[in-house]
Antibody
Framework: QVHLQESGPGLVKPSETLSLTCIVS??????????WSWIRQPPGKGLEWIGY???????NYNPSLKSRVTISVDTSKNQFSLKLSSVTAADTAVYYC?????????????WGQGTVVTVSS | DIQLTQSPSFLSASVGDRVTITCRAS??????LAWYQQKSGKAPKLLIY???TLQSGVPSRFSGSGSGTEFTLTITSLQPEDFATYYC?????????FGQGTKVEIK
């Protein structure tokens, strides 16, 4: 049973960089079957896909965030990370890490519990 | 980007009711659509992928249909644990996009 767990600061100052990590247990980030993804949900709003990293190092980001986003995978620690630079209050959200699986046409079949990030001085 | 529009945005129903939620795509996406259920304060849960394939462990009262630009999620007999918000998501192209959500509440 694969389990994902987000970790990182819950409060980030405006203009700084948001950094989150997703620890993967019960499975390998090096598998060719999965895309490791981040999704966010502002308070009271819907879901926004941020991007993914594939085991080859290939990435794909939402164009609305592309200039500020980096998603990386650390195979030695079996985890993946999100960095979002130059944050503003609009980046306040619950951030989820998720696994997109080829076997289910890259739908997100495993999610972390989510972590609340507030951007405020 | 492909826009997904769900209707209705809000639905009030009773236990045992048959419920249908529609998701319309701004352009054709074949059958590359997923449905998720999100309960308050929790992460979304995958219900259906490829428009009509039930994810393992999901009760059979949930079903999906459609292709191209129009899709539906049906719950045949609403149970107390089904009161939640439902999202569709397209898997056809990047960026991945979600519908705005349909909140199902108790009548």
């Amino acid at each position: 049973q694969v389990h994902l767990q987000e970790s990182g600061p819950g409060l980030v100052k405006p203009s700084e960089t948001l950094s989150l990590t997703c620890i993967v247990s019960g499975g390998s980030v090096s598998s060719a079957s999965y895309y490791w993804s981040w999704i966010r949900q502002p308070p009271g709003k819907g879901l926004e896909w941020i991007g993914y990293n594939y085991f080859t190092g290939s990435t794909n980001y939402n164009p609305s965030l592309k200039s500020r986003v980096t998603i990386s995978v650390d195979t030695s620690k079996n985890q993946f990370s999100l960095k979002l630079s130059s944050v503003t209050a609009a980046d306040t959200a619950v951030y989820y890490c998720a696994r997109a699986t080829l076997a289910v046409v890259t739908a997100f079949d495993v999610w972390g519990q989510g972590t609340v990030v507030t951007v405020s001085s | 980007d492909i826009q997904l529009t769900q209707s209705p945005s809000f639905l009030s129903a009773s236990v045992g009711d048959r419920v249908t939620i529609t998701c319309r795509a701004s352009q054709g996406i074949s059958s590359y659509l997923a449905w998720y259920q999100q309960k308050s304060g929790k992460a979304p849960k995958l219900l259906i992928y490829a428009a009509s394939t039930l994810q393992s462990g999901v009760p059979s009262r949930f079903s999906g249909s459609g292709s191209g630009t129009e899709f539906t999620l049906t719950i045949t007999s609403l149970q107390p644990e089904d009161f939640a918000t439902y999202y569709c998501q397209q898997l056809n192209s990047y960026p991945r996009t979600f519908g705005q959500g349909t909140k199902v509440e108790i009548k």
